[in-house]
């Protein structure tokens, strides 16, 4: 299925709107291994590495606490 121009100029503009970007730099080989991980528990590399930041910063409050 092709997407026009017009139709990706609109989902450019949406996710700017929306989100922040992280350009993230890793070891080469690491992405294959990240994408492995992520797609054996059914998630995107996108939404594992967000999963990993979120529950990371959650451990790290709660030892900050105790």
């Known amino acids: 299925m092709t997407v026009s121009k017009k139709q990706q100029a609109s989902v450019n503009k949406y996710v700017k709107a929306n989100y922040d ?3 993230v730099t890793f070891p080469k080989g690491k992405r294959d291994i ?5 797609v ?27």
Do not use: C, L, P, Y
Request: aromatic share 2%.
């Open 21 to 23: 970007r992280v350009n």
């Open 34 to 38: 990240i994408k492995a991980h992520a």
């Open 40 to 66: 054996a528990h059914g998630e995107s590399v996108n939404g594992f590495i967000n999963r990993a930041v979120n529950e990371t910063m959650e451990r790290d409050e709660v030892t900050a606490d105790e």
